[in-house]
């Protein structure tokens, strides 16, 4: 049985981080590309980062790029997403999802979302 698990959300100030992890069980992370999108209430799901499987290559949204960072660790089955500079707007509900083994899309299971809200 397929299972993605968010986690790492939270209140956090304009300015500061979090690392959110996506925890994968029933498949083998290492082999599955894992997509995070978000949603903020009121708009559409952006996607916001993916790494592939095929070779490792990763990609962020615009609005993201040069203060989000994604990783994996096999080992763990887990994949993370720091997020550093945050701000207001990145305040949305994060889902991680798994897909084929590059980040073109096809996504085929999402976990349950952790809510980010970025105030002062």
């Known amino acids: 049985q397929v299972q993605l698990v968010e986690s790492g959300g939270g209140l956090v100030q304009p300015g500061g981080s979090l690392r959110l992890s996506c925890a994968a069980s029933g498949f083998t992370l290492a082999y599955r590309a894992i997509g995070w999108f978000r949603q903020a209430p009121g708009k559409e799901r952006e996607g916001v980062s993916c790494?592939?499987?095929?070779?490792?290559?990763?990609y962020y949204g615009d609005s993201v790029k040069g203060r989000f960072t994604i990783s994996r660790d096999n080992t763990k089955n887990t994949v993370y997403l720091q997020m550093n500079r945050l701000k207001p707007q990145d305040t949305a509900v994060y889902y991680c999802?798994?897909?084929?083994?590059?980040?073109?899309?096809?996504?085929?299971?999402w976990g349950q979302g952790t809510q980010v809200t970025v105030s002062s």
């Open positions: 790494i592939s499987s095929s070779d490792g290559s990763t």
């Open positions: 999802t798994v897909g084929g083994s590059s980040c073109i899309g096809g996504w085929e299971y």
